[in-house]
């Protein structure tokens, strides 16, 4: 498995506009847009730093993903994402070492990538991303 760079940070918010107001007002970091993925119950919005990005996540149904961590551990930090060569690669080759998957199979995110998660029991806790962009 290639690991070419950290692509995003995901952090949940309870309103993008509002989280918009810090890294954008405050550290002048330009909103690429927003986005919404119904599979995923989120809008997202990106805001580029260097080659990675900041990525807020907003949901858009009570049981969504990013709902039910808010519920659990309020705004923050609820993902970092890294950028792989080969995605399927990535996930039969962490599969072969015993990584709890979320996803066995890619599918699509936002911005048209290919994304995969870890599940957080097997990496200390922390929601890991795939990405193949």
């Known amino acids: 498995m290639k690991i070419l760079q ?3 940070l995901g952090i949940a918010v309870n309103s993008i506009e509002e989280g918009q107001r810090f890294w954008t007002d405050v550290l002048g970091l330009p909103c690429e847009g927003a986005e919404t993925v119904a599979s995923q119950k989120v809008t997202t919005a990106f805001f580029p730093v260097g080659e990675s990005e900041v ?12 709902a039910k961590y808010i519920e659990k551990r309020g705004e923050g930090i609820q993902h970092i994402a890294f950028r792989v060569e ?3 690669e990535a996930l039969a ?3 072969a070492k015993g990584v709890r998957l ?3 199979t890619p599918r699509m995110g936002a911005g048209g990538a290919r994304i995969a998660f870890l599940h957080p029991k097997s990496t200390s806790g922390v929601l890991v991303e795939l990405c193949q962009r």
């Open 55 to 66: 990525e807020l996540l907003e949901s858009t149904a009570p049981d969504g993903p990013v």
């Open 6 to 8: 950290i692509d995003h």
């Open 86 to 88: 080969n995605i399927e």
């Open 93 to 95: 080759e962490l599969k």
């Open 102 to 104: 979320i996803d066995e």
